[in-house]
Structures are given as structure tokens and as C-alpha cells.
């Protein structure tokens, strides 16, 4: 167990549809990043939140979103699925150490759109 | 913006040693990481290079040498429990800390 969790582990649904991806960070970090890796791709940055506040964004699509809440935990919301957006989406998190760079993954959402 | 490029596959045998070579572009360096993936799985922290030189932890090392924009991923003794994928990541600029990932090497360790 990294500390970090992802909920749920598996996520089918149809195209069109909107789903929520959950992610708790380690306790005591404040930085929560979204990441979206297809079959066989690298890692892909989606957006990262601090402290409840957007940080920074990456190659999100307009039909995603994302927030931090009070209690850290962060839920990434997708939209107007599409086929495409099949993916496992991982949510990490960072503390100061390493730079800041050494980020704890969670097990990530296996999304499967159909 | 940030590239990074490192081979797709490299196969090696057990008990031997093999090098995952790493080349960057970015505007702005902050360290160099390494990730390893098996299947499916987390990625997760292997090393973090913010100088020169070389960081050794156990079997594995990392170099850097930010002059060439270059890095490495040195694993040695290879296990079967070895074969996964492995990232390098550049760090970005500012105080988001965000990670740019490499494509990232297969490593497959055969018998």
C-alpha cells in the first residue's frame, strides 16, 4: 500500500456518460497530481492541485475537471465520454523530499468506455 | 516546452547489467527521475538526480549530466522481478513541480 488511494479500481460505462475518479493523497502531502496513461503510452499530466488550490494544468480536456477539497482528497470528473478516453487514469502525490519529484502513485482507474 | 527520449525495449539476461539511457529538452532543468512500472501497476520512484553524478541504491544507479542533457538508469544483478517499464521524468520550472515523462523503456530480463 503506497498511502495513496484510488477509487474505484474499475470503471466501465458508456459513451457519453460522466464518471468521478476519487484520489486520497498520503497523509501529510499536499500536492495532488492527475495523470492519464493509454495502452502502451507514457504518463500523460492532466492537472495538479496544492493545498485545494489548481497548481498547474496539462493536456486536459475541456470535457475533464478536477478539484481539491479541504480534506485534500481530490476527485478528477470526466464528461461526454468518448472511446478514446479508455485510459488508467493515476492520481499521485508529493511531499517536499526529492525536490518535490518524488511522487507516491496510487494503484490508478482502469476506465474502459464502450 | 519538455521532450524526452529514451529507448522503447531492452532485453537483457539474468544477472546482468544493463544501462536505460535518457536525453532531455527542456527550458528550465529541474532534476531528473526514474520510474519503474510493471504491468498495470503503480508507477513507482525509483531516483531523483538534481546534480551531477551518479546516485547508487542498491542495485540500481542513476547519472546525470546536465552539460550533455543526458542521464542514465543503471540497474545491476538483474532479477527476473526486474522486467517492467521504467520513465525518466524532467521536472518543470516554478513551484507546481510537475513531472514530464519519457515514453518509457520495456526491460525485459530473460533466464
Known amino acids: 500500500d503506497s498511502g495513496v488511494t484510488q477509487t474505484p479500481k474499475h470503471l466501465i460505462t458508456a459513451t457519453g456518460q460522466r464518471v468521478t475518479l476519487r484520489c486520497s493523497p498520503r497523509s501529510g502531502d499536499l500536492s495532488v497530481y492527475w495523470y492519464q496513461q493509454s495502452l502502451d503510452q507514457g504518463l500523460q499530466f492532466l492537472i495538479q492541485y496544492y493545498n485545494g488550490e489548481e497548481r498547474a494544468k496539462g493536456n486536459i480536456l475541456e470535457r475533464f475537471s478536477a478539484q481539491q477539497f479541504p480534506d485534500l482528497h481530490s476527485e478528477l470528473n470526466l464528461s461526454s465520454l468518448e472511446l478514446g478516453d479508455s485510459a488508467l487514469y493515476f492520481c499521485?502525490?508529493?511531499?517536499?523530499?526529492?525536490?518535490?519529484?518524488?511522487?507516491?502513485f496510487g494503484s490508478g482507474t482502469r476506465l474502459t468506455v464502450v | 516546452g519538455q521532450s524526452l527520449e529514451q529507448p522503447s525495449e531492452v532485453t537483457a539476461v539474468e544477472g546482468a547489467i544493463v544501462q536505460i539511457n535518457c536525453t532531455y529538452q527542456t527550458s528550465g532543468f529541474y532534476g531528473l527521475s526514474w520510474y519503474q512500472q510493471h504491468d498495470g501497476g503503480a508507477p513507482t520512484f525509483l531516483s531523483y538526480n538534481a546534480l551531477d553524478g551518479l546516485e547508487e541504491t542498491g542495485r540500481f544507479s542513476s547519472f546525470l549530466s546536465r552539460s550533455d542533457s543526458y542521464g542514465y538508469l543503471l540497474l545491476q544483478e538483474l532479477q527476473m522481478k526486474d522486467s517492467a517499464s521504467y520513465f525518466c521524468a524532467v521536472g518543470s520550472s516554478g513551484s507546481a513541480r510537475q513531472l514530464t515523462f519519457g515514453s518509457g523503456t520495456q526491460l525485459t530480463v530473460l533466464p
Open positions: 499521485a502525490s508529493s511531499s517536499a523530499g526529492q525536490g518535490g519529484y518524488g511522487y507516491t
